[in-house]
């Protein structure tokens, strides 16, 4: 599902934030990217969801290689993986359900669906009787659930998550993780970047491990 | 970490492609059209929830675009002035003395025929003497003369269809050249001045239209800016979560169509108030005269329709031009 082949990424002024990454994420699997501050976890993910472009080597995400995907098709493939950040990036003028909503009026589903749908994935992160309040009023947790319910309206294969428990206290973190788990139980594949060693070691999955934009420890790729 | 060659696990991985929940074609088909009727009326909800810079906005866009309106409606008139003016013309052929009452007909008749002239009026020598003696109080004097001073005249009436000035100059010359003519007249300078002034103030109202519409442009486009400034967050997100440009661009393309909509509506109640206000002391002036030629009347439909389309084209094209310098510098970092 993801594949690093050599992957460099150098920005401007020559800082390396990685360097000859290479590791293989197998469909359906679930892995955490830990590392300190400024490892590279954040570029990784980035270099997945096409935010950045790599500098050398080839990133391959469903056998598609990135570094022949042109600006207009990006969309296409931002659609094909659920994104979900540390702040949420939640639109406050909107309700819960319109948020929710959102992956799914981009792609053109008809409103019924829209509306069926969306209380599906309201409903897996609990938050169904919140659907016409507005974010703002909702907890950090409650907020987080909103995105992932975002992140997963559209059933992508891929989920990618940069620090998602970040402001939240330990239970809440591990409900969280607790949904993540839950999905990748169903088939989605989910890579989970974040420094809570503690979690995650609980959590018995594949930990990828960055340093300085090297990679330390790929995990058990065993399969 | 084993050196992956890329190709055998690429193979591998292509056969677990991504999948993705999407829409039947008949679905996006359809939902296509509905997404752009409620960003239509969304865009109009967002302008209407600040109704009062919204105003400003648009009222900016209707003065820019009632000027240049207001300057081609006078125009307009005052052309189609001159055409009244045109068909009033007239040529006074003086005849020679000693040329006979005969003659004089066979020329009117010939005149008749041309194809430039559309009437010839016969003005008895005679006739024009007794009137003369009647209405000028000169009566006596005029008695004493042995002879009758005036001449036969002949008035001119060129065609609708030759009423252009230079036509009428090519009409002159060949009246000029029957010889039994003592004299052919027509104050045609006064004509040719007026076209001159009107074709100066067409040029102007290009001119002037040219520069406010790019004012238009360039109000439209500074406002979409600062629209696009203000949801910065929000296409962000849109962005991240697999919305195309033109998904992106649509309500902002939208917003700059209702802009230009307003702001041509503001325009047509503005040149049409000026009008009001113009059309009493005219046609009071225009009465001085003892003419009703002189009257603006109101905003023709055609003119109004194509103040509107202008300005939603002028508003949209604005919009479109911000919209596609400034979303592209907006990416997820």
Redesign the interface.
Known sequence: ?I?F??VSKRYQGGNEALSQV???LH?GEMAFLTGHSGAGKSTLLKLI?L?ERASTG?V??????LNRVNR?TI???????G?IFQDY???Y?RTVFDNVA??L???????R?VKK?VHAALDKVGLLRFEKKYPITLSGGEQQRVSIA?AVV?????LLADEPTGNLDPDLSREIMDLFMAFNQVGVTVLIASHDIPLITQLNKRIIQLSHGK?L??GN?SL | MKNISGKNNASETSSVQLRQLKPSFSSRFKEFFIRHLQVFFYSLGLLSRAPFSTMMTASALGIALALPAGLFVILDHASQLSGDINSINQISLFMKKEVSKKAIESIQKKLENYPEIAQVKHINRDAALQEFQENSGFGDALKALKDNPLPDLLIVYPSLTHSDPEQINDLLIKLKTIKQVELVQLDIQWLQRLYAILQIGQRGVLIIGSLLALGVLLIVGNTIRLAIENRRSEIVVMKLIGGTDSFIRRPFLYTGFWYGLLGSLIAILLVNTSLIIINDPLAHLSSLYDSNLFSLGLMGINTSLMLLFSGCFLGLLGARIAVGKHLKEIEPK
Not at chain 1, 154 to 158: I, R
């Open positions: 599902m594949l082949d050599q290479n590791f293989h469909p969801a935010i080839n391959i995400i469903g056998g598609k290689n207009h969309p296409y493939l931002r659609r094909n993986m994104i990036q939640l639109l003028d959102l992956p009026i981009i792609s053109g589903f008809s409103a669906e749908r975002r559209n059933k992508p294969a891929l990679l420890t790929a790729d």
